[in-house]
């Protein structure tokens, strides 16, 4: 596995002509009173590295890891200090150019790691996809974590929808960046069972309507380092699976 930031201009040209990329997107938003603003950056950067293993494991020769997309949409979190949003239309336009971009520097398959589940930026990034394979001919796979078969693989939190700074997300960042956990105050925060996805589902549109005045969903004190590396392992096969699924005939997401 390498970092394409890491890497030189002749290394790039050294590439095969099957190379993979892996691009991760998150976002900056509020993850709850414990967590940075860059929760999903860290949880993708982490799904990325765990799916170039896996790939790099079951033989794909040539897999690399893009900087990470983190301005994004962000609208349910936008009433939080440091939340950054931008427009669905905006998402989808730098998802088309950047895919651009790295179609040109030589990858064949464009694979994205996304742990930023706003319904407008999923929708933004489903969009982005569409324009990219349809009018410009570049190979984008991406498995959505909030849709089936892939959602099924992973928590039960994740799956009950309240999920959001819980412990499916604290799990993840104290596998990677304890350091950023403020843990005399995850320790103390309550459960949050409102579920995120239900609330979406009836038409709220930011965290306080969904029942999340603290910005989080779900059960922070339950996290553990052993959860987020489990959780880290099954994104990454998530990636692996879904690229091979996209290369299979008949095959698909």
Not at 218 to 238: D, K, M, V, Y
Request: glycine share 8%.
């Amino acid at each position: 596995m390498r970092y394409l930031a890491e890497m030189t201009f002749a290394e790039m040209r050294e590439m095969r002509e099957d190379a993979v990329v892996i691009l991760p997107i998150g976002a900056i938003e509020a993850h709850g009173p414990h967590l940075p603003l860059q929760t999903d950056v860290i949880i993708a950067r982490a799904m990325a590295a765990s799916g170039a293993r896996a790939l790099e494991a079951s033989g794909f020769a040539d897999v690399v890891v893009a900087p990470p997309l983190q301005w994004t949409s962000a609208g349910f979190a936008a009433a939080f200090a440091g939340t950054q949003s931008l427009s669905p239309a905006t998402v989808t336009a730098i998802l088309v150019e950047t895919a651009l971009g790295l179609h040109r520097a030589g990858f064949a398959h464009i694979l994205l790691a996304n742990a930023h589940l706003d319904p407008a930026h999923t929708a933004s990034l489903h969009e982005g996809v569409r324009v990219a394979q349809a009018q410009h001919g570049v190979v984008v796979t991406f498995p959505d974590i909030t849709r089936k078969p892939w959602a099924l693989r992973l928590t039960a939190e994740f799956k009950s929808g309240a999920c959001h700074a819980g412990q499916f997300e604290t799990s993840i960042v104290m596998a990677e960046r304890p350091d950023l956990v403020r843990e005399s105050i995850r320790v103390t925060l309550p459960p949050n069972p409102a579920s995120l996805s239900q609330a979406i589902r009836e038409g709220r549109r930011t965290f306080e309507e969904a029942g999340g005045p603290s910005a989080y969903f779900g059960f922070p004190q339950g996290a553990s380092e052993a959860e987020g590396r489990e959780t880290i392992a099954t994104l990454g096969s998530i990636l692996a699976d879904a690229l091979v699924a996209a290369r299979t005939p008949g095959k698909g997401e």
